[in-house]
């Protein structure tokens, strides 16, 4: 298995502009999470999604932040209109229904809002 | 104005002795944890996990010990190598939910 996928790797943006984040989960997880990574706040959960369906977007800081996740094996989250406190790396990642411990991480998209 | 980022605890130890990092959970309710690995540019991977019915669990040269009185939590490498180098980071877990709420890491640098 290729593991969780994200892309773009790297995200260069100015402020103001629209960013779109995208997830391919592990096939056959149930569960996707996405995080924010940043020196101020650590790793933080913004939302997550079981079977498709958002659980808890409690994490999610602005109305700016929404997530999709049309079917099981895409999900995006997008930053509309993106600001510089927006830089960071944000992961994605998958988990079988039950199994917290089968949590896999994608290697990140880092984004740098100037 | 200044920004202040998380003060990361960092620890350096020398290739093959061995090191503990440390970690204090916040929730009483968690009964569930587990120890991530995150090295540069990539992202955390999971190295352990114990159960709050255990208070020991080892695993290939990484012990977990699980303290519920004070709620602290301990990762032991024995004979630590290069490719240990990385942050660590403890998480948390209430089996209701699917959630993890992680700590906020240590820096763990093998000195050759």
């Known amino acids: 298995d290729a593991g969780v996928i994200q892309s773009p790797r790297h995200e260069v943006t100015e402020m103001g502009q629209e960013v779109t984040l995208r997830c391919k989960p592990i096939?056959?997880?149930?569960?996707l999470f996405w995080y924010r990574q940043t020196m101020m706040r650590g790793l933080e959960l913004l939302i997550y999604?079981?079977?498709?369906?958002?659980?808890?977007d409690s994490g999610m800081p602005e109305d700016r932040f929404s997530a999709k996740m049309p079917n099981a094996s895409f999900s995006t989250l997008k930053i509309q209109p993106s600001e510089p406190r927006d830089s960071a790396v944000y992961f994605c990642?998958?988990?079988?229904?039950?199994?917290?411990?089968?949590?896999?991480f994608g290697p990140g998209t880092r984004l740098l809002v100037l | 104005g200044e920004s202040v980022g998380l003060h990361l605890p960092t620890l350096s130890v020398q290739e093959g002795d061995n090191s503990i990092i440390n970690c204090a959970y916040s929730?009483?309710?968690?009964?569930?944890f587990i120890w991530y690995k995150q090295e540069s540019g990539k992202g955390p991977q999971f190295i352990i996990d114990?159960?709050?019915?255990?208070d020991k669990r080892q695993g290939q040269r990484v012990t977990v010990l699980l303290n519920k009185t004070v709620k602290h939590l301990s990762l032991q490498i024995a004979a630590t190598q290069p490719g240990d180098s990385a942050v660590y980071f403890c998480?948390?877990?209430?089996?209701?939910?699917?959630?993890?709420?992680f700590g906020t890491g240590t820096r763990l640098t093998i000195i050759p």
């Open positions: 998480a948390e877990n209430q089996r209701k939910d699917e959630k993890l709420t």
């Open positions: 114990i159960r709050s019915n255990m």
């Open positions: 929730n009483s309710a968690s009964d569930y």
């Open positions: 999604f079981n079977n498709n369906v958002p659980i808890d």
């Open positions: 990642a998958s988990s079988l229904a039950g199994m917290v411990e089968t949590q896999y």
């Open positions: 096939s056959g997880h149930d569960y």
